[in-house]
């Protein structure tokens, strides 16, 4: 059975910074695609950024403007999201998912889902 977990938000000021990380078990982690999705209450869930399943290559939403970095640990089935430069339209919960194949970019890709983490910033 497929299991990603998410850690690492909470509150941060305006400006700040968090890591988001995504443990993954029960797949081949290396050779799926990773992605980082948010969704606010009332809004439909938007694409963050996907990472390859080598690492070698990423993809972010046009709002990630060089704030946001994707990486990935094949070796400890780890996805990470380092957040700079937070803002408060940042708030949301953040999920990461994983898909078959070498990239995926659209939500419909992803076949395997977080439960998600937290991420306010707020002053």
């Known amino acids: 059975q497929v299991h990603l977990v998410e850690s690492g938000g909470g509150l941060v000021q305006p400006g700040g910074s968090l890591r988001l990380s995504c443990a993954a078990s029960?797949?081949?982690?290396?050779?799926?695609?990773m992605g980082w999705f948010r969704q606010t209450p009332g809004k439909e869930r938007e694409f963050v950024g996907a990472?390859?399943?080598?690492?070698?290559?990423?993809s972010y939403a046009g709002f990630v403007k060089g704030r946001f970095t994707l990486s990935r640990d094949n070796a400890k089935n780890m996805l990470y999201l380092q957040m700079n430069s937070l803002k408060p339209e940042d708030t949301a919960l953040y999920f990461c998912?994983?898909?078959?194949?070498?990239?995926?970019?659209?939500?419909?890709?992803?076949?395997?889902w977080g439960q998600g983490t937290q991420v306010t910033v707020s002053s």
């Open positions: 990472i390859s399943s080598s690492g070698m290559t990423t």
């Open positions: 029960g797949l081949t982690f290396s050779a799926h695609a």
């Open positions: 998912a994983a898909a078959s194949g070498k990239l995926a970019i659209e939500e419909h890709e992803y076949s395997y």
